[in-house]
Every structure is written in C-alpha cells, then in structure tokens.
C-alpha cells in the first residue's frame, strides 16, 4: 500500500474486528446452553483467548505480510511444512464441518420463512423419520451447490451481502424490542437474575463441572475468524499502537456485546417455560426465541392474543428470511473459497486433477470429493439413529471443536516463531517468558476446553455425540498425514 492511500485508523480498526467476529446467533445457543451462566465465559474468553491469540495472529501477519499462504506459511516457516499442513487441513476440515452443519440448518430458516416457525421435525415422509429427510435434503442441497459453483454461480453470493442486512436489522429489533418489552413490563425479568444465576446453568445437561468447563469452546467459537485479521496490518495506521488498543478495545465491546444481549434474552424468555422442551434445538433456538419475543412483546404492551400471534409470526419470517439468505449466500463462498486457497498454497503436494482449476477459475475436482465427503458424513449423522436435538447437538459440537482445535498449532507454533523470525516488524509479546506464560495459558485453555467438549457427551452416556464430537480432527488430521506422507513419498519432500 503507498503512503498515499488511507491507512485504517482506530476507529475503523475496531469497527472491522467487531463486524467481522461478532455474531448474533450465538446468544441464543449461549442463553439454551447456560443461561445467564454464560456471561462470566464470554468475559473469560475475551481476556485469555480473543485478545492474546489475536496479538499472536497479528505478529504473524506482519512478518508475511507479503505471503498470501495466511495459516500455511505461518505455520511452515514455524514448525516445518508437514505440521503446516495437517494443522490447515484441519483448519479447512472446520469449514468443511460448517458446510456438512448449514447443509443440515439452511432448511430451517427456509421452513420459518415459508409456515412462520421450525416444520422441519415434522417432515417424515415413507420410511423416513424427519432427521433423516433432512439429511437427504442436505445432500440434495449439497450437490446442487456445488455443480452451481463449479458452473461459476458466484452470483448468488452476493445475496449474502442483503442477508446481511436483514441479520443487522434483526440485532436492532431484538435490542429495540427487549427495551419496549422491559420498559413495558415495568422492568420485569422472566429469567430470574440471582448471583447463582450468573455461574449455574439452568440447563440440566450444563450443571455438571465437566459440563460447565465444556461451554468454553463455544465461548471461543463465538470469538473464531480472528485468524483473516492477521492479513491487515500493513493497512493499519501506526500499527505498534494502533493494533494492540483496537484489539483490547473490540475484546472489550464484543464481551460487553454479549454480555449484555444475553441480560437482554432474560427480559423475554424464561428458560424453564419457553426452552425446556424436545422441539428446541441448536439448530432452530434463534427462531424459537425470537419468535417468543414477538409474542411476550405483544402481551406485555396488552395487544390481544391473536395480534401477540402475528407479531411472533412476523418475527420469526422476519428472521427466517435474513439467515437463509446469509446462510445461502455464504454456502456458494465457502463451497470453494477455503478449499481452493489451502490446495493452491500447497499445490505441490496434491495431484494435478486435485490442483486444477476450470474455466470459471475453481477447482472443480476438488469441490466434488469435498462434496461426496460431506454428502457420506450427512448421511451417516442422519441415518445414526438419533432425534433431532442429537442431530444438531452432533453437528454444533462438532462445529465448535473443528474451528477451535487449529488455534492449537497456532498457539503452540508461536513461540517457534519468535525464536526464528527477528526484528519483527510488529511485535507486541517482547519478553520470552510472558510470552510463554500466555502461550501455556491460551493453550490449556483450548485444549482443555476440547477435552471437556469431547468428554462430556460420553460422561452422559451419549455415545453417539461424542464418537461424532472426537471424531472430526482425528479423522481430518490422519487424512491429511496419509496425503502428506503419500506426497513425500512421492516427491520426496524433505521437511
């Protein structure tokens, strides 16, 4: 970038990371899962997560700042080209499982859209229970997205840009509609607000230790894309300062963001009443709750019973149709986006056919055997025998540990770094031994944090969510040292 062109400042410095991490959808999973139990998580993610692995990230992103490989070339100049590319095959194993998770998911904005609430558990049909018709129409999705990116359908990527807005309107409804509804009901909680409430769960699942220390992938989840941040520093004006004060500013805002919104799910939804049933799920809470607030916003300002039903109705399609068209633009990116930047960066390794890119500038072959992966693993979570609520139980478990597990080799690899790259041209962490105090501390915190994820459904008894749970970077990773060890083979590439 010349000297002429506009550098980011602070303020939009900490507008970028806010936009670009904070997410709306993951107060209501916070709230099912924990309840008010969550802010102190969120907190606790912020300080010891978000904002230390964030300056990591930062001091990464400088020194390469000129290498387009982002988490492949930190790693390989780091830790040596065969930990490099298991630890980004399992960072784009994350984006797979998020295709397999929204392939499942996208049918239930489409249903609150169309009937104005969740139908997608009634939906057996023949032989089929509803689970497993699900699981049909998301590989049916799954194939028809890929032959329209492989076709150059980018278009359709843009609706996300509109879905967008419709999820930012969604945030200024909530906020706007939980104020009127307090201020209504003359500052009335349906979730009560104790001391207890703000370390005790009212979900049953979530009131053991293991169960409770579990919730803090989900809290690292809800601070996950850090990683895309690394590539901006160069634009970052006067980035020693800059950057350090914008990151512990935004870990701030978005902490208090979510800290504040859950206060705010309180006012409407009472956990026991409007929560504690089979027909809610990970994967439809949004519209449940949202839904419920339309409907409390209703009565709470003394409009009959009927009107209360149409304001729940408009906020559920309201809802609906911003996160299908989010969802649907972000499928058609990320179909290709992710898979085509890690097999470019490590071209070498993969055979031509995999590397290959058709007329429309994707890799068309490599899009399918992502596709045909993705299709087996949704079929066998449908098939698998479990209800719904297992099924995207499965499916957000599994989300939640493929994208915090490669945060691993980026936490691990970071003193590495410092050791081999010098006069760095950012660098916050300057003394070895706090640097790696934060490094052991930002990495048992993750680690331990998929330990208990992992460990907890067995502890349950349900074998079925943690055999799905652990599986993922077992499998991902194995997959990714037989293809490195096959291309060694092959090669000979010396590490």
């Given at each position: ?113 169309i009937f104005g609430k969740d139908m997608t558990q009634t939906w057996a049909f ?105 590539g901006i520093i160069d634009s970052v004006k006067d980035p020693e300062k800059t950057f350090p004060k914008g990151m512990m ?247």
């Open positions: 970038m010349s000297d002429k062109q506009k550098k980011i400042g602070l303020f939009s410095l900490i507008m970028m990371i806010f936009s670009s991490i904070f997410g709306f959808a993951n107060m209501p999973v916070a709230f099912l899962q924990m309840g008010y139990a969550s802010i102190p998580w969120f907190i606790f993610a912020a300080l010891l997560f978000f904002l230390p692995v964030s300056m990591m990230i930062a001091e990464y992103g400088a020194a390469f700042k000129d290498d387009h490989g982002g988490m492949y070339t930190w790693l390989k100049e780091s830790i040596g080209e065969k930990w490099a590319f298991i630890g980004t095959f399992i960072w784009l194993s994350s984006w797979i499982v998020w295709l397999l998770s929204i392939s499942s998911k996208v049918f239930i904005p489409f249903s609150a859209l023949g032989p089929f229970n509803a689970t497993q018709i699900v699981g049909i129409l998301a590989i049916l999705w799954m194939i028809f997205v890929t032959f329209a990116a492989s076709h150059g359908a980018e278009v359709i990527s843009k609706v996300s840009s509109v879905g967008g807005y419709f999820v930012t309107g969604m945030i200024f409804v909530f906020i706007i509609g939980s104020i009127v509804t307090l201020i209504a009901g003359h500052g009335h909680l349906s979730q009560e607000l104790t001391t207890s409430s703000l370390f005790v769960s009212p979900n049953p699942a979530f009131q053991t230790p293991i169960a409770t220390l579990s919730f803090v992938v989900y809290a690292i989840f809800a601070y996950a894309g850090m990683e895309a941040l690394g500013i935004s870990s701030l805002l978005i902490a208090a963001g979510y800290s504040v919104m859950v206060l705010l799910w309180g006012i409407s939804v009472n956990w026991n009443e409007v929560l504690n049933s089979k027909s809610v799920n990970l994967g439809n809470i949004t519209y449940v709750m949202m839904g419920h607030l339309g409907y409390y916003l209703g009565q709470t300002l003394g409009l009959s019973n009927s009107t209360s039903l149409l304001l729940q109705s408009i906020f559920i399609r309201f809802v609906g149709l911003g996160m299908f068209l989010a969802y649907v633009g972000s499928f058609f990116i990320l179909i290709y986006s992710p898979i085509k930047s890690f097999i470019l960066g490590s071209k070498h390794l993969w055979s031509e056919k995999m590397t290959k890119l058709n007329k429309v500038g994707v890799p068309a072959h490599a899009m399918w055997m992502q596709a045909i992966l993705v299709c087996v693993l949704i079929f066998l979570i449908s098939f698998g025998g479990g209800e719904a609520k297992t099924f995207y139980t499965i499916l957000t478990d599994m989300s939640n540990v493929a994208t915090s597990f490669p945060y691993l080799f980026l936490i691990a690899a970071f003193p590495l770094f410092k050791k081999k790259q010098k006069n760095l041209p950012f660098e916050v962490f300057k003394h070895k031994g706090f640097t790696n105090l934060v490094v052991a501390i930002s990495f048992l915190i993750v680690l331990f944090g998929i330990i208990f994820t992992c460990v907890e459904p067995f502890l349950q008894g349900d074998l079925v969510t943690g055999f799905w749970t652990v599986i993922g970077p077992i499998f991902f990773g194995s997959l990714a040292y037989g293809i490195y060890a096959r291309a060694e083979k092959k090669t000979k590439v010396i590490d």
